[in-house]
Each structure stands twice: as structure tokens, then as C-alpha cells.
Nanobody, 123 residues
Framework: VQLQASGGGLVQSGGSLRLSCAAS????????VGWFRQAPGKEREFVGC????????YYSDSVKGRFTVSRDNANNTAYLQMNSLKPEDTAVYFC?????????????????WGQGTQVTVSS
């Protein structure tokens, strides 16, 4: 599967953005999709994921209650809705997918990655 992330940009603190992750292929529903982010000089960090099959969502503590992961299997797209953004949310955001895992916060367990999209939150 090939992934294309989009929707990043510059937003003020407290604002919202929605990122999209468009996937190729016809079996998108069989993939768990994860969202990760990486700030300059820092390691790639788990944000949230949505499972394959009957979708369930999981989030890091730093975004829980502010971010929402969803998916539209008919359109082969996953989303990351980000509300109440903070300057510390500034990073390059990546989507990733894997057919074998059910849920994981470990980026090494995802086989497929999209290119990143920059999110900058100004104070």
C-alpha cells in the first residue's frame, strides 16, 4: 500500500487542523493505520492509531482528548483531527500502515509510511 499524507500547515495556538492519509489499493480496511510525529532533534513519537477490522482507536497521553483518528475505508483514507493545538504539537506528522499488527505505538512495527506533512503551531 502507498500512503500520501496531507493537510499540514501553520495554525495559531488553540486552533484546529485535519490531516488526511490517502492510501492506494483495495484492501485498506485490512490495515491498521498509525499517526506519528517528529519534531526537530527528537525521536519519532506515537500520536494515535486506528485498528483494522472493527475500528478501535488508541492515543498517546499527550494528545488524548484533543486529537481524533478516524478512517473512511470506502475512500481509502484515514484522518487525524487535531483540536486545541499547542506549540508543542509542532512537528512533521506521518501516517503509517501495517496489515499484521492490530495496534502498536512502535513505529518499527509499521511497514508502510507516507511522506510527512509539516504542522506548525504558533503561540
Amino acid at each position: 500500500v502507498q500512503l500520501q499524507a496531507s493537510g499540514g500547515g501553520l495554525v495559531q495556538s488553540g486552533g484546529s487542523l485535519r490531516l488526511s492519509c490517502a492510501a492506494s489499493g483495495r484492501t485498506f480496511s485490512r490495515y491498521t493505520v498509525g499517526w506519528f510525529r517528529q519534531a526537530p532533534g527528537k525521536e519519532r513519537e506515537f500520536v494515535g492509531c486506528i485498528t483494522r477490522g472493527v475500528p478501535r482507536t488508541y492515543y498517546s497521553d499527550s494528545v488524548k482528548g484533543r486529537f481524533t483518528v478516524s478512517r473512511d475505508n470506502a475512500n481509502n483514507t484515514a484522518y487525524l483531527q487535531m483540536n486545541s493545538l499547542k506549540p508543542e504539537d509542532t512537528a512533521v506528522y506521518f501516517c503509517a500502515a501495517d496489515q499484521q499488527i492490530y495496534t502498536s505505538a512502535n513505529p518499527t512495527q509499521y511497514d508502510y509510511w507516507g511522506q510527512g506533512t509539516q504542522v506548525t503551531v504558533s503561540s
